[in-house]
C-alpha cells in the first residue's frame, strides 16, 4: 500500500504563512506607490503634468509620421494638449516640457496646412503663444524627412560582434579615473533608448567618488569582491508620474530595462567595463536605498550599473548562451 504522506508540520505552516504575508506586504509597497504616483484619476502634480503632455505631443508625431495620415487628424488630441500645456504654463512655468506641446502644435498646423482647415488649431496655437510669453526656443517637433542610406551609414557596424565583446567585468583598474565626458555620452545614448509614447522616464543618480561609491553600494548585496574597484555606479530609476492607465502599471520595468540595457551598452561603446548590478529589493532593502540616494517615492529603482576603466588583462565568466532554436520560436500555430 502507498505510503499516507506527511502532515504539514507546524514550523512549515508558519514558514509559508511568514512567506505569504511578506509577499502580500511587499506587493503593497509597490501598490501604494505606483497609485499615489501614476496619473489614472487625473493629472495631480506637475510631473504627471508634464507626462501628459509629452503623451499628447507624441500622438500627434505620431499620426504625421505616417504615409497617409487624414486630413485633420487628432484634433480631440490638439485641444487636449493645447489644453494641457497651458494649464501647465499657468500652474507650472513655462520650460522644455511646454516648449514641446508648443513645438508639435506649431509642427501640426504646419503639416496639415496644404491639406485642409487649421482655422481651430492655428487659434488654439495663437491664444497658447500669448499665454507663454517671447522667449524660450521652439524645439523641434513633429516629424521629419530621413532617408534609409543615411541611417544605414550610421548604424554600420558588426553589432553581434560588438555585443559578444561585452562582458559583465568584475576587475578594474581602480587607479584611473572615469572621465565624466564618457559618463555623460553613455547617458546621451541610453537617451534614445525607445520609451512608451515618448515620456522618457528614466532617471540616473551617478556616484563616482569612492567614499560615495561605497555607501551605496553598502545596501546591495551583489558587488563582494569587485565593488572596491569600481570607478562608479549608477542607480536608474522610473519615475512613476508618467504613468495613467492600470494596464501601464509594469511599464515602468519595461522601459527602465530597454534604458538600463543601452546605458550599459553606452559604457561598453566608451571603452569602459560594466555589470549590471541586480535590484531584486524587498521592502526593507529598498527603503534604505532610498533614503541613502534621496530617491523620491515616485520612483522606481530599476537596476544598479557598476562601471569603471578596465584593466589591460583580466578574466571574466564564459555565460555560455543558449542554442538559438532555444530563444526563437518562427512562425508558431496561431490558434
Given at each position: 500500500m502507498p505510503s499516507a504522506k506527511a502532515a504539514p508540520s507546524a514550523s512549515s505552516f508558519q514558514n509559508r504563512a511568514r512567506t505569504a504575508w511578506r509577499l502580500f506586504s511587499n506587493f503593497a509597497y509597490d501598490y501604494r506607490r505606483f497609485r499615489r504616483a501614476s496619473f489614472i484619476d487625473g493629472a495631480q502634480s506637475r510631473e504627471n503634468r508634464r507626462a501628459h503632455i509629452h503623451l499628447l505631443a507624441h500622438m500627434l508625431e505620431y499620426g504625421m509620421s505616417l504615409s497617409n495620415p487624414r486630413n485633420g487628424f487628432g484634433m480631440d488630441k490638439v485641444r487636449l494638449l493645447a489644453a494641457e500645456t497651458r494649464r501647465y504654463i499657468e500652474q507650472d512655468g513655462r520650460d522644455?516640457?511646454?516648449?514641446?506641446?508648443?513645438?508639435?502644435?506649431?509642427?501640426?498646423?504646419?503639416?496639415?496646412?496644404?491639406?485642409?482647415?487649421?482655422?481651430?488649431?492655428?487659434?488654439?496655437?495663437?491664444?497658447?503663444?500669448?499665454?507663454?510669453?517671447?522667449?524660450?526656443?521652439?524645439?523641434?517637433?513633429?516629424?521629419?524627412?530621413?532617408?534609409?542610406a543615411e541611417i544605414v551609414r550610421h548604424a554600420r557596424m558588426d553589432f553581434v560582434s560588438f555585443m559578444e565583446a561585452r562582458h559583465s567585468v568584475r576587475q578594474y583598474d581602480s587607479n584611473r579615473t572615469v572621465a565624466f565626458e564618457k559618463i555623460e555620452r553613455a547617458i546621451r545614448a541610453a537617451q534614445q533608448s525607445p520609451s512608451s509614447c515618448n515620456r522618457q522616464t528614466c532617471r540616473v543618480y551617478a556616484f563616482t567618488e569612492k567614499p560615495s561609491i561605497a555607501r551605496?553600494?553598502?545596501?546591495?548585496?551583489?558587488?563582494?569582491?569587485?565593488?572596491?574597484?569600481?570607478?562608479?555606479?549608477?542607480?536608474?530609476?522610473?519615475?512613476?508620474?508618467?504613468?495613467?492607465?492600470?494596464?501601464?502599471?509594469?511599464?515602468?520595468?519595461?522601459?527602465?530595462?530597454m534604458f538600463a540595457m543601452t546605458l550599459a551598452l553606452g559604457l561598453h561603446a566608451e571603452g569602459l567595463g560594466a555589470?549590471?548590478?541586480?535590484?531584486?529589493?524587498?521592502?526593507?532593502?529598498?527603503?534604505?536605498?532610498r533614503t541613502c540616494v534621496g530617491i523620491p517615492d515616485n520612483e522606481i529603482i530599476i537596476t544598479l550599473i557598476g562601471f569603471g576603466e578596465m584593466r589591460e588583462d583580466f578574466r571574466v565568466p564564459v555565460s555560455a548562451r543558449k542554442p538559438i532554436d532555444m530563444v526563437l520560436t518562427h512562425e508558431p500555430p496561431l490558434r
Open positions: 522644455a516640457s511646454a516648449d514641446i506641446g508648443l513645438s508639435v502644435l506649431s509642427a501640426y498646423v504646419a503639416f496639415n496646412a496644404e491639406q485642409g482647415d487649421v482655422s481651430e488649431a492655428q487659434a488654439l496655437l495663437d491664444d497658447l503663444l500669448v499665454v507663454a510669453g517671447a522667449g524660450h526656443n521652439i524645439r523641434p517637433g513633429g516629424s521629419e524627412a530621413v532617408g534609409a551605496v553600494l553598502s545596501h546591495h548585496d551583489g558587488n563582494r569582491g569587485f565593488g572596491e574597484q569600481l570607478g562608479g555606479v549608477f542607480v536608474v530609476t522610473v519615475d512613476l508620474s508618467h504613468w495613467n492607465t492600470v494596464g501601464e502599471r509594469n511599464q515602468g520595468w519595461v522601459d527602465g530595462g555589470c549590471m548590478l541586480n535590484w531584486s529589493a524587498a521592502r526593507e532593502q529598498d527603503i534604505k536605498m
